[in-house]
Structure formats: C-alpha cells, structure tokens
C-alpha cells in the first residue's frame, strides 16, 4: 500500500479526527481512550465516536498505540438483574429456613414466589453445599456449614453489581472471583447466566510526526475555509432498521384481513380441558387421537408421567348444563335426534388438562356464550400442540386460523367460497382443491389443498358443517347451523412468505429473514 503524504491525510481528516489530534498533541505524550473522551466530550463527541476516531487514524499511520492492555468485566446476567439488592436465591433460601425448619419444598417455594426453575438450580446448589437436609418426616431443614462462606461471597458480588452496574474482575477477592466463573460464560452469557464476563482492550495512543505534520496543514486548510474533500464513488454503509419478523408480520396481517372482513375475533388459553377440546366437539374418548403419542398431558406436581385422571392435572370444574348436555350426546345422543357412539362418558377423563391440540376448542367455548351473537361470524389464531414427526411440514406447535359462521341459512357453499377465499388472498395459491373428508364433529367434511412449487400439493386445513351433537348441546338457538375450518397458518405462510420448509420460519439467520417480506397487501 502506497503511504499518504500529510497533504493527503489532511484533505480526508474527519473533524472528530481533527479534535482527536490537537488533543494528543497538546499533551505530548500517549492517552488512554478514556481519557481523549474525557477530553473530547465538552464538545458533544460520545465515546465510540472518539474510539472510531483513533482507531481511523491508526489506520492512516498519523497516531501509534503506545501500549494495550485487556480489562476483564463483570456485568449481571439476565436471570440475577431482578433481584441483585435482595442478594441470590440460595440466600433468600438460607434466610426463610433459619426462620420456617420443617416446612415442604412446595410451601417454600410458594412463599418465595419462586418459578420451579429458580428454585431447582439453587436448592440444587444448596444440597450440592451440604447446607440443607430434607426428609419426608422432617421436612427441609438448614444445616449450615462452609459453604456459607460461598454465599456470602456470592451477595457480595450482587451487591456491589446492584449498586455500580459492572466490575473490573481484577476488584474481586479470590473467593468472589471463583463464585463468579461458576455462574456465567464468557462473552455473551445466556439469559440463565447470573453473571457475565466481558473482556475489552484499553488503548493507549500517541500523535505521530505524520500525524503533527497533517494536523498542522489540516489547521491552515480549516483557517482558510477549505472544505474536506469527499469521495462519492464509495458505497456508503448499509443501515439495517428494525422490522418484525416476517411470519409474526405474516399473523398479523391475517388477524387484520379477518377483522376488516368483519369478523369477530375468538381468544383462549393454551391450555385446555379435554372437554372443550375434544369431548364438547363429539369426539369419542375412545377416539384415537387422544392416544398419548398425539396429545401432550399436564400432569400433577411431582406425579409420574402417564396419562390417567390420578396423574394428570384437571380442571376444577366444568359448567353442570353442557357437561350433561355433551354427555348425553355421547352416550345415547340426547336431544339431538342421533344415536351417541353408545358408550359410557367418563366425567372424570373429561377434566384432564393438556396442551391445546386444535383451534377448534376455541369455536366450542365461543358457541356456548351466552351474548353469542347469530348470526354472526368468528374467528381464532390459535398455538396449537401435538406429537408431530419434525419434517418439511410438520412441528409439534404450529398457529391454526380457526373460524365459524353462525346462521339458520347458512350451507356448505358459503363454506367453499370462504376456503377459497382464504386459499387465494391470504395463502396467494393460484389453485385450489376440495377432497372429501372425515372428522368427528363435522358431516359433510372437506380437506383444502394447496399447491407449493416445492412440497406439491398442501393439505391446508380441515373444514365442514358442524353436526347437530356438537351444536344443539352448546348453542342457545337449536336450529342454528355452524361452518368452520380450522386452517394451518404455518404452510399458508410456506405459500406467502416463499419457503419449502416449515422450520425456516423460525430461521435465526438475519439474512434469510431480511430476505422476506414484513408488510403484506
């Protein structure tokens, strides 16, 4: 590289890097980066301003660094930030048990309103310690000991972070120092880190005799009102503004054409009762759906994992009118003018809990409002669970957009000119399929199938016209009738968003992501 002379250097100087050498040569001697800031700030320059700066000049040969020297940092990791002052939780631990010996780990857990997760890693830490004892006639107990030392050591550190935001690890004792590199990764810690660890290089930089040279012409071009010669031909940085993800953008955009289409939006918990997600849309409970290698079950603190009412969680009660209405129809069909499938209804099993598995569940509480209007037409954006092989289009949660229409005149050709509807405007499919189906709560059914230029032909989504043992026990008009479809969000996104595998819609590669679109029409 061919060197620059100082007239060179000095067309192409920077104002901040003009400052940066008046202020080294006015001193006469190397600065640390710190203190050509301090130097510097009167005048508006912020601290990385004054870093680029320096380090341009380097570059350019007008400033050397004298010397460096790498300063290693403490900062506090995301999981201790919220309650540095009240020191760790094995400290709030060790101070409830010198005041509550015998109670149970539930009970302590609760009154520190501790999460599972914070509780199991300290309490873990604390047996690791030999500082506390539990047994089933005694409860938990603390038993002190040496490790107390390590705790100590530990709230100091949080302590001092609390109060000063960050460290130099070289401040730390020997004990507070071994505490902190147990609890944290160097760099960029996880968000379950209670420390972080942080190393920066100090730069000490000195003017050089090219750097008094330009500096000097620099001073008579500015004195003479010359201006900073600029090249144009360079391309400038590339600025990358802040955007939503482009499926969250995508879910958005869908909840927005819905709602301007005039429907009404149904919402929901995750977490459902077998009853509103399966039993209350007539499926039977012996039906095979709700074998465990489909459906995730919630089970009770401590149980064993498994899948029967004494294991898993339950609600604590469901409304006495539409559980015997939806057993009835079960059993022998109550008012509904069917048979039933002729079984005995467990009240029991309907109250397990499990992880949503359909957007359906919410078209079965939504029915059974009281204001519900008819007509009227609805619809959901519903996280759904099941124990799905991973592949091209498939994952063990996906988004469902679910959606009913209620009316007494309404029939299965509103249903397809609304699935096309769908099919067209929000997947952008330029085709669109009807196969004859099967589901349990609906007669006729029908399966919408897209084509995608990688996958082939998607099934898009289930839909139909609800049968009279779903509706009559829920709905407060009889002789209303329902359509629904409960359509895949994530392979419509395939379709909209350009993609043959479902797993990149939740891609970490920023320029996969930048790639696709954030605003939809």
């Known amino acids: 590289m061919t060197a620059l002379t100082p007239e060179q250097i000095a067309e192409g100087l920077h104002l901040h890097e003009g400052d940066v050498l008046w202020v080294l040569r006015k001193a006469n001697a190397a600065l640390s980066d710190g203190s050509l800031y301090e130097s510097l700030k009167e005048k508006g320059l912020e601290e990385a301003q004054v870093r680029s700066a320096a380090e341009r000049l380097k570059l350019k ?27 760790s939780v094995e400290s709030r631990i060790q101070k409830y048990l010198q005041t509550n010996q015998g109670c149970s780990p539930v009970k302590a857990r609760n009154d520190l309103h501790l999460t599972q997760e914070e509780w199991g890693t300290a309490f873990g830490n604390l047996k690791r310690l030999g500082l506390v004892e539990t047994t089933p006639e005694d409860g938990l107990k603390w038993k002190g000991g040496a490790g107390e030392a390590q705790l100590k050591a530990l709230d100091e550190v949080l302590l001092k972070l609390g109060d000063q935001g960050k460290l130099a690890l070289e401040e730390l004792s020997p004990e507070q120092c071994e505490e902190v590199k147990k609890r944290c990764r160097k760099s960029r810690g996880s968000g379950k880190d209670l420390f972080q660890i942080t190393e920066t290089v100090k730069r000490w930089y000195a003017i050089t005799d090219l750097g008094r040279s330009a500096l000097t012409i620099f001073e008579t071009r500015s004195a003479a ?121 467990d ?26 209007a008819i007509p009227g037409k609805y619809f959901g954006i519903a996280r759904c669970f099941r124990n799905d092989t991973v592949d091209a289009t498939h994952a063990p949660d996906f988004f469902q957009v679910e959606g009913i229409v209620v009316s007494r005149t309404i029939n299965m050709t509103h249903l397809l000119g609304l699935l096309k509807l769908f099919a067209q405007e929000v997947a952008r499919a330029k085709e669109v399929r009807f196969l004859p189906a099967y589901f349990p709560y609906t007669e006729p059914s029908v399966e919408v199938h897209i084509p995608h230029p990688a996958a082939g032909w998607m099934e898009m989504g289930g839909s139909g016209i609800f049968r009279p ?35 990149d819609l939740f891609s970490s590669d920023l320029e996969f992501l930048r790639s696709k679109p954030a605003v939809f029409l």
Request: aromatic fraction near 10%.
């Open 61 to 87: 040969g007008v400033v050397s660094v004298a010397k460096e020297e790498v300063q290693t940092w403490v900062f506090l990791g995301g999981i201790s930030r919220g309650h540095a002052r009240e020191g």
């Open 225 to 345: 009102g010359l201006e900073r010669q600029y090249d144009f031909s360079i391309s400038p940085p590339r600025i990358v503004a802040g955007r939503a993800h482009p499926y969250r953008a995508f879910l958005d955009w869908v909840r927005r054409k819905l709602v301007s289409l005039g429907f009404e939006e149904m919402t929901g918990d995750m977490v459902e009762s077998e009853f509103w997600n399966s039993d209350a849309l007539y499926m039977p409970q012996f039906h095979p759906a709700r074998a465990i290698h489909d459906v995730y079950y919630v089970q009770k603190e401590g149980a064993a994992a498994g899948r029967d009412p004494e294991t898993c969680a339950t609600v604590p009660s469901i409304e006495e009118s539409f559980l015997a209405n939806v057993s009835a129809a079960h059993e022998n069909g109550g008012k509904t003018g069917s048979r039933g499938w002729r079984y005995r209804f």
């Open 347 to 372: 009240h029991a099993r309907t109250r397990r809990m499990i992880l949503r598995s359909q957007g359906t569940a919410l078209s079965a509480r939504w029915m059974a409002k009281k204001d519900l």
């Open 469 to 503: 043992e779903v509706t009559r026990p829920l709905l407060a008009d009889p002789e209303a009738r329902v359509i629904a479809w409960g359509l895949g969000l994530d392979r419509m996104a395939m379709s909209a968003l350009g993609i043959s595998d479902i797993r």
